[in-house]
C-alpha cells in the first residue's frame, strides 16, 4: 500500500473560502513549459473550451490575468501565472520529506488494522533525495520502507533507544571526516554494521550567476551575506561548524545563522526564492532549483543496522536492492551523486578510515 500525501491551496478571504482547483496549477505548468492550450488541456484531460473557462475564472478571481495569448507567440504565463508555479513547485520541494515522513507513519497505522502482510523496515534518517528512490524499489519486492527524517545524531539515539530497525547518516571523507567522527562514534554499538549508500558532494547553494560572489566558508561571514542553516544534529550542520571553526569565523557574525530548515531542498528553496543568498547543501538540490554550486567536500551516506536485522529477508532484500543495477543508475543521475560503493557493509571501525575523493 503506498499513501500519498499533497498539499493544497485555500484563499480565506471575509467569510468565504475558496479552494485553488489542483488542474489549474497543473495547466499553468504545462503552459510555462511551453505547451499551447489545446496541448495543455490534454495533459490535465479537460477540453480546450473547459481550459479557457478556468484560466478566466481564476484571473477573475484572483484579480488579473494568469495567461497572454498573442498572434504566432501562443499563450504565456502572466507574472501572476509564473508566481503560482514557482510558488507551488517551492512548497512542494519544501514540504514533500515531511509529507512522506507523514505519510509513512500513516501506513504504518493503517496496515496494522488491515494486517497486509508488508515487510517493512522504519529509519530514522538524516535527509537525503536518493531516500525516496530507494522506497520506491523496496515497495517493489514487497517491503515497505517507514521514513522518518531528522539530524543524523537524533536517527542514532532513535535506533538505540529501539524506536527503528536502522538509521541514516552522513560523514564526510578525509580530515572534515575524521573531525567530525567522533560526534557518532559513542552512539554506534560495536557490534552494529554500516551499509553504504551513496557519496555525495555537498557544498555552497548560491543564485544563478553566484551575485554575491561567495566562494568559500569565510565569504558567509562577509556583511550583507544572507545565510540560511540546517538545524542542530543534522550531519551539514556539524560539517559547517567544523568549517567554520577551521576558517575561524564566528557563528555570531554570520546573518542567518539562526534560520534554519530540516532539508537540503527547503534551504535550497529559500535560496531560489530570494529569501537567502546561499545554504550549506546538496549540490542534486542546488541542480534542482536552478542555482550555482560551489562545491565543498564529498561524503558518504551510511545506514546504520543491528547484523541480526540484515541476516533476516527484509535485510537481505535492502541489500538486494542497494546493490542492484536500478538502484545505482538512479543514484547516479542525482547530480554529485555515485553509488558505486552501495551496499557494502562496513563495521563501525572503518570509519576512520574514510579517503577523499582525488
Given at each position: 500500500?503506498?499513501?500519498?500525501?499533497?498539499?493544497?491551496?485555500?484563499?480565506?478571504?471575509?467569510?468565504?473560502?475558496?479552494?485553488?482547483?489542483?488542474?489549474?496549477?497543473?495547466?499553468?505548468?504545462?503552459?510555462?513549459?511551453?505547451?499551447?492550450?489545446?496541448?495543455?488541456?490534454?495533459?490535465?484531460?479537460?477540453?480546450?473550451?473547459?481550459?479557457?473557462g478556468m484560466l478566466g475564472r481564476w484571473g477573475?478571481?484572483?484579480?488579473?490575468?494568469?495567461?497572454?495569448?498573442?498572434?504566432?507567440?501562443?499563450?504565456?504565463?502572466?507574472?501572476?501565472?509564473?508566481?503560482?508555479?514557482?510558488?507551488?513547485?517551492?512548497?512542494?520541494?519544501?514540504?514533500?520529506?515531511?509529507?512522506?515522513?507523514?505519510?509513512?507513519?500513516?501506513?504504518?497505522?493503517?496496515?496494522?488494522?488491515?494486517?497486509?502482510?508488508?515487510?517493512?523496515?522504519?529509519?530514522?534518517?538524516?535527509?537525503?533525495?536518493?531516500?525516496?528512490e530507494l522506497r520506491t524499489l523496496l515497495r517493489?519486492?514487497?517491503?515497505?520502507?517507514?521514513?522518518?527524517?531528522?539530524?543524523?545524531?537524533?536517527?542514532?539515539?532513535?535506533?538505540?533507544?529501539?524506536?527503528?530497525?536502522?538509521?541514516?547518516?552522513?560523514?564526510?571523507?578525509?580530515?572534515?571526516?575524521?573531525?567530525?567522527?567522533?560526534?557518532?562514534?559513542?552512539?554506534?554499538?560495536?557490534?552494529?554494521?554500516?551499509?553504504?549508500?551513496?557519496?555525495?558532494?555537498?557544498?555552497?547553494?548560491?543564485?544563478?550567476?553566484?551575485?554575491?560572489?561567495?566562494?568559500?566558508?569565510?565569504?558567509?561571514?562577509?556583511?550583507?551575506?544572507?545565510?540560511?542553516?540546517?538545524?542542530?544534529?543534522?550531519?551539514?550542520?556539524?560539517?559547517?561548524?567544523?568549517?567554520?571553526?577551521?576558517?575561524?569565523?564566528?557563528?555570531?557574525?554570520?546573518?542567518?545563522?539562526?534560520?534554519?530548515?530540516?532539508?537540503?531542498?527547503?534551504?535550497?528553496?529559500?535560496?531560489?526564492?530570494?529569501?537567502?543568498?546561499?545554504?550549506?547543501?546538496?549540490?542534486?538540490?542546488?541542480?534542482?532549483?536552478?542555482?550555482?554550486?560551489?562545491?565543498?567536500?564529498?561524503?558518504?551516506?551510511?545506514?546504520?543496522?543491528?547484523?541480526?536485522?540484515?541476516?533476516?529477508?527484509?535485510?537481505?532484500?535492502?541489500?538486494?536492492?542497494?546493490?542492484?543495477?536500478?538502484f545505482r543508475e538512479r543514484a547516479a543521475a542525482?547530480?554529485?551523486?555515485?553509488?558505486?560503493?552501495?551496499?557494502?557493509?562496513?563495521?563501525?571501525?572503518?570509519?576512520?578510515?574514510?579517503?577523499?575523493?582525488?
Open positions: 500500500m503506498k499513501l500519498v500525501l499533497s498539499p493544497r491551496w485555500r484563499w480565506i478571504k471575509a467569510d468565504r473560502v475558496v479552494e485553488l482547483e489542483p488542474r489549474l496549477l497543473t495547466l499553468l505548468a504545462a503552459i510555462g513549459q511551453g505547451a499551447s492550450l489545446r496541448t495543455a488541456a490534454a495533459t490535465v484531460g479537460v477540453s480546450y473550451r473547459h481550459a479557457w477573475e478571481r484572483l484579480g488579473a490575468p494568469l495567461v497572454t495569448m498573442a498572434r504566432g507567440r501562443g499563450t504565456r504565463l502572466t507574472p501572476l501565472g509564473q508566481a503560482l508555479v514557482e510558488g507551488d513547485r517551492v512548497i512542494r520541494e519544501r514540504l514533500t520529506p515531511l509529507l512522506e515522513e507523514a505519510a509513512g507513519e500513516l501506513e504504518q497505522r493503517l496496515a496494522t488494522v488491515l494486517e497486509t502482510g508488508d515487510d517493512r523496515l522504519h529509519l530514522c534518517a538524516s535527509h537525503d533525495l536518493v531516500l525516496g517493489r519486492r514487497g517491503v515497505s520502507l517507514v521514513l522518518r527524517f531528522c539530524g543524523g545524531l537524533e536517527s542514532l539515539r532513535r535506533l538505540r533507544a529501539g524506536e527503528c530497525d536502522l538509521a541514516g547518516f552522513h560523514l564526510p571523507e578525509g580530515e572534515l571526516g575524521r573531525t567530525l567522527v567522533r560526534r557518532y562514534r559513542h552512539l554506534l554499538g560495536r557490534a552494529w554494521r554500516l551499509v553504504t549508500v551513496v557519496r555525495r558532494r555537498q557544498g555552497l547553494m548560491t543564485a544563478p550567476g553566484n551575485p554575491k560572489g561567495i566562494r568559500e566558508i569565510a565569504d558567509l561571514a562577509r556583511r550583507g551575506v544572507r545565510f540560511v542553516n540546517r538545524q542542530p544534529g543534522s550531519g551539514t550542520r556539524l560539517a559547517l561548524d567544523a568549517l567554520l571553526r577551521q576558517a575561524g569565523r564566528d557563528p555570531a557574525g554570520i546573518e542567518g545563522y539562526e534560520d534554519e530548515e530540516y532539508t537540503h531542498s527547503a534551504v535550497a528553496a529559500l535560496v531560489a526564492s530570494g529569501a537567502a543568498d546561499v545554504g550549506l547543501g546538496l549540490e542534486a538540490a542546488a541542480r534542482r532549483f536552478g542555482l550555482d554550486f560551489v562545491p565543498l567536500f564529498w561524503e558518504r551516506y551510511f545506514l546504520v543496522s543491528p547484523p541480526c536485522r540484515l541476516a533476516e529477508p527484509v535485510g537481505q532484500t535492502l541489500l538486494a536492492v542497494l546493490e542492484s543495477e536500478a542525482l547530480p554529485g551523486y555515485a553509488a558505486e560503493d552501495a551496499g557494502m557493509v562496513l563495521a563501525p571501525t572503518a570509519l576512520a578510515g574514510l579517503r577523499s575523493v582525488r
